[in-house]
């Protein structure tokens, strides 16, 4: 005999108001774990409780429009956000379609490789073209391969743009910096 459930086991949905505590500490455990190496001591400055009130901000009062936050489930229980952000189509062509940015794409790391990162993309690019988007870009820290395969995987690739960005400083006093490089894709 089939059992039948009345909600699915896993899905993706808009963010609501209280769902931020647990945005925050997946991505703030997302981080420790992904980038340990990549941010090493930058990452014990994170102040859990003012990331849970930018999320709140973001989840409750977006910016503008095209700004989304959406939250992967099992069951009742969030286990992975993505963030997105419009980009207008440039001052030089401006009637070209807009595209979109992917902010943040985390998955709480005991349930990350369960498809939860595949959902919110594919989610986050149905998103994008609903707005009539018509391509998707994020940003993928130098040494960050899982994260690098898993775009590659999804058939986003870099794009030759590059950004250096400080994150705070070495035991010596110089700052950090560490470089990203965009991946994008058409949609």
Avoid: K, Y
């Avoid at 963030?83 to 030089?92: G, I, K, Q, T, Y």
Wanted: glycine share 8%.
């Amino acid at each position: 005999m089939a059992l039948f459930r009345e909600n699915a086991d896993v899905s993706v949905r808009p963010a609501v108001r209280g769902d931020e505590h647990a945005i925050a500490r997946l991505q703030v455990d997302a981080w420790r774990v992904s980038h340990a190496d990549i941010l090493a001591g930058a990452l014990d400055l994170l102040d859990e409780t003012a990331i849970e009130g930018q999320w709140a901000a973001a989840v409750a009062t977006p910016p503008g429009a095209g700004f989304r936050v959406l939250v992967a489930c099992e069951g009742p229980t969030v286990v992975g956000v993505v963030s997105l952000a419009p980009v207008p189509p440039p001052e030089d062509r401006p009637f070209d379609a807009p595209g979109g940015v992917i902010l943040t794409l985390e998955v709480e790391p005991s349930r990350q490789r369960s498809g939860h990162g595949s959902r919110l993309l594919a989610a986050a690019v149905d998103t994008l073209r609903e707005d009539r988007a018509d391509q998707v870009h994020t940003w993928v820290l130098d040494g960050d391969s899982a994260r690098a395969q898993f775009l590659a995987s999804c058939g986003l690739g870099p794009d030759d743009v590059a950004r250096e960005l400080a994150s705070g400083t070495l035991p010596d006093g110089t700052p950090r910096v560490v470089s990203e490089h965009r991946w994008s894709a058409s949609i």
